[in-house]
């Protein structure tokens, strides 16, 4: 499954690489990007994992940029 979410509040390019790193690293994720131009976030992870791994990437966001939101 792929999907994409906006996030609110992304303050810097640096920020954005730190997420898109940390996402790609957790179990069940097969791609993932995170643009500060585009204020948007893409997961692409296995069917039977993915609300696990979308809510480990919140969690990632939240350490990286506390201010950051996931709109869903």
Known sequence: MKKKFRLEDLDCAN???KMEDAI???DGVTDASVSFMTQKM???????VFDQVVDEAV???????PDC???F
């Open 42 to 48: 893409m997961i692409e992870a296995d069917d039977a």
């Open 69 to 71: 939101k996931v709109v």
């Open 24 to 26: 790609k690293k957790i």
């Open 59 to 65: 969690k990632v966001i939240a350490k990286v940029e």
């Open 15 to 17: 920020c954005a690489a």
